[in-house]
T-cell receptor, first 112, second 115 residues
Framework: DADVTQTPRNRITKTGKRIMLECSQT?????MYWYRQDPGLGLQLIYY???????NKGEISDGYSVSRQAQAKFSLSLESAIPNQTALYFCATSGPPTGELFFGEGSRLTVL | AQSVTQPDIHITVSEGASLELRCNYS??????LFWYVQSPGQGLQLLLK??????LVQGIKGFEAEFKRSQSSFNLRKPSVHWSDAAEYFCAVRGMDTGRRALTFGSGTILQVQP
């Protein structure tokens, strides 16, 4: 089983719909992240959480919200999806001391 | 603020040829530096990392990278490329002095390998 699991792997939805992407990890890390990948832009940080009670906005948090339900679970929500949120979304975890990231396999979201 | 520049969007090399992917970072102090690889349809896998010590770092799959503080660079190299190395490569940086900071990624370099 993967250390970082994302569901769903693929989702097609319509403009205005609420979408939740879920992430769970078995690495025992406190820190979890949501990144968005668009062609030619690399990965952009949406939100990150350093523990269950510590949630921080990243560089592109507008239009997104998150919930850290437990140490192992971190979900990303789009309250009202729009077409420019069509992207590949990655969840990741990290541990000390270097903070290297361990990624899930990604969730591809298409908003029509 | 920390930032990363990968000046080459797309590189094509012949199988067996050497490879160098460029990465320049902007950060006021000593950073942690990383190279990740993403194969089509896959997540990102760590190739190597630098956080102190020897400036030449060895990674998986025969890759290495050299940290050059004077040039603010962390270029990735491989002496002989294999067809399976075709993928997208990302350089990333994080400040050592700010434990609460997340990784910042470059925009990526797509590597194509010709037979």
């Amino acid at each position: 089983d993967a250390d970082v699991t994302q569901t769903p792997r693929n989702r097609i939805t319509k403009t205005g719909k609420r979408i939740m992407l879920e992430c769970s990890q078995t690495k025992g890390h406190d820190r979890m992240y949501w990144y968005r990948q668009d062609p030619g832009l690399g990965l952009q940080l949406i939100y990150y959480s350093f523990d269950v009670k510590d949630i921080n906005k990243g560089e592109i948090s507008d239009g997104y919200s998150v919930s850290r339900q437990a140490q192992a679970k971190f979900s990303l929500s789009l309250e009202s999806a729009i077409p420019n949120q069509t992207a590949l979304y990655f969840c990741a975890t990290s541990g000390p001391p270097t903070g290297e990231l361990f990624f899930g396999e990604g969730s591809r979201l298409t908003v029509l | 603020a920390q930032s990363v520049t990968q000046p080459d969007i797309h590189i094509t090399v012949s199988e067996g040829a050497s490879l160098e992917l460029r990465c320049n970072y902007s950060y006021g102090a000593t950073p942690y530096l990383f190279w990740y690889v993403q194969s089509p349809g896959q997540g990102l896998q760590l190739l190597l990392k630098y956080f102190s010590g020897d400036t030449l770092v060895q990674g998986i799959k025969g890759f290495e990278a050299e940290f050059k503080r004077s040039q603010s660079s962390f270029n990735l190299r491989k002496p002989s490329v294999h067809w399976s190395d075709a993928a997208e490569y990302f350089c990333a940086v994080r400040g050592m002095d700010t434990g609460r900071r997340a990784l910042t990624f470059g925009s990526g370099t797509i590597l194509q390998v010709q037979p």
